[in-house]
T-cell receptor
Framework: NAGVTQTPKFRVLKTGQSMTLLCAQD?????MYWYRQDPGMGLRLIHY???????AKGEVPDGYNVSRLKKQNFLLGLESAAPSQTSVYFC????????????FGPGTRLLVL | GQNIDQPTEMTATEGAIVQINCTYQ??????LFWYQQHAGEAPTFLSY????GLEEKGRFSSFLSRSKGYSYLLLKELQMKDSASYLC???????????FGAGTRLFVKA
């Protein structure tokens, strides 16, 4: 089992360009999350999904959109990238509420010039 | 509001014991997690507390006091590989959102 995978691992964008980050999981988990991690600020929740076809806003949703068309995939889109979106992006999944932890993907490093 | 505080950095000696503290303020509480994150890697789960008290798991233990909004992670018999960031995270009532602290960078020296 691959667990949680993220594509791409690293990307450089110019301001104004668009891109989609893909998160895929083979653990049959209901809940999926997108975080960004910046130095000194910890992980901040961008968007999350509690099941196929559902999405919701997190702490810092502006400038991002998401889709969960299939249970195993959670896509994060940047329509018009800005330098402030330079960050490391982590996807995470969880089986259910309660004592279950979140399982994180390896991360995507994004640099916006 | 919601806030999680933990020290930015700590240094300890190989073989020693270190305690990393975390204080939190949240609008609702549904569990506290500790994660370990090595540089350039993803966070990995260490412990989960939802009731007051101490949870022990090998060299790592985690303590929770809900009335004080306080937790600590205790690492015993430190090894060089324990050099990493340790993230304290609190899950809100409802369970969908988890708020993370900025993390504590632990340096283990020989």
């Amino acid at each position: 089992n691959a667990g949680v995978t993220q594509t791409p691992k690293f990307r450089v964008l110019k301001t104004g360009q668009s891109m989609t980050l893909l998160c895929a999981q083979d653990m049959n988990h209901e809940y999926m999350y997108w975080y960004r991690q910046d130095p000194g600020m910890g992980l901040r929740l961008i968007h999350y999904s509690v099941g196929e076809g559902t999405t919701a806003k997190g702490e810092v949703p502006d400038g991002y959109n998401v889709s969960r068309l299939k249970k195993q995939n959670f896509l994060l889109g940047l329509e018009s990238a800005a330098p402030s979106q330079t960050s490391v992006y982590f996807c995470a999944t969880a089986a259910r509420l309660g004592g279950e932890t979140q399982y994180f993907g390896p991360g995507t490093r994004l640099l916006v010039l | 509001g919601q806030n999680i505080d933990q020290p930015t950095e700590m240094t300890a000696t190989e073989g020693a014991i270190v305690q990393i503290n975390c204080t939190y303020q949240t609008s609702g509480f549904n569990g506290l997690f500790w994660y370990q994150q090595h540089a350039g890697e993803a966070p990995t789960f260490l412990s989960y507390n939802v009731l007051d008290g101490l949870e022990e798991k090998g060299r790592f233990s985690s303590f929770l006091s809900r009335s004080k909004g306080y937790s600590y992670l205790l690492l015993k018999e430190l090894q060089m590989k324990d050099s990493a960031s340790y993230l304290c995270a609190v899950r809100n009532t409802g369970g969908f959102k988890t708020i993370f602290g900025a993390g504590t960078r632990l340096f283990v020296k020989a």
